[in-house]
């Protein structure tokens, strides 16, 4: 089974962060939220939701579980189809609580690329009643937004109208303080 979708996004920090130093500064990344606005929690089918959504998971992708529940969830990962589809639990790694109202942040490591993300709930029951997600982990895309190192940055002009303003008002104060100084 291949699934490569999952939820909203935008940007953030992680947890497994010292993999990934590297591939995450020179690639884009993106803040994918596990389940959406239901969050990380029980009772909710996330291998049917994530199919239905078109969002890639890649190296250095930041999925935050949220939890929405007054009771403590967790987040770990398996390693294998086998122990994630029935649930055994006794070989996850990286388990991760998440208390009553927060969230957890785990960042795609490179090791993963090209491979299967299993990711469950370990507390008793959880896994069983739906709470573990899968997904395929595609490679970072290679170029960034962000300006390679050493490259000019526009700073705080935000675009070209700015600029002009910026350069226009640069020169009239310069011819202003050049009469003033003439005259002086
Ligand atoms: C995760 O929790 C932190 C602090 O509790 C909060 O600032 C942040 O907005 C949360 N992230 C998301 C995606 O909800
Ligand atoms: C990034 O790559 C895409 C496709 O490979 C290309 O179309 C785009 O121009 C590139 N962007 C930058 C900023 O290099």
């Known amino acids: 089974m291949s699934i490569e979708m999952w939820g909203a996004r935008s940007s953030s920090t992680s947890l497994l962060v010292a993999v ?3 591939a995450v500064s020179l690639a884009e990344s993106t803040e994918i939220i596990v389940g959406g606005t239901k969050g990380w929690t029980t009772g909710f089918d996330y291998d049917s939701w994530l199919t239905s959504q078109n969002i890639q998971v890649r190296v250095g992708d930041t999925l935050v579980f949220k939890n929405p529940d007054p009771l403590t969830h967790t987040v770990a990962i398996v ?4 122990s994630y589809q029935r649930c055994v639990l006794g070989g996850a790694t990286q388990i991760t609580p998440i208390p009553a109202g927060t969230n957890v942040t785990v960042t795609i490591p490179a090791t993963l690329e090209g491979k299967t993300l ?19 982990v595609l490679a970072a895309l290679a170029n960034s937004t ?8 526009p700073g705080p002009l935000a675009n070209d109208a700015d600029l002009n303003r910026y350069i226009c008002w640069t020169t009239a104060i310069l011819l202003i303080a050049a009469c003033f100084w003439n005259s002086g």
């Open 20 to 22: 990934l130093l590297v």
């Open 79 to 82: 390693g294998d189809a086998d």
């Open 118 to 136: 299993y990711a469950v709930c370990t507390i008793p029951g959880h896994c069983t009643d739906m709470q573990k997600i899968h997904g395929t």
């Open 146 to 153: 962000a300006p390679p190192p050493g490259a000019m940055t």
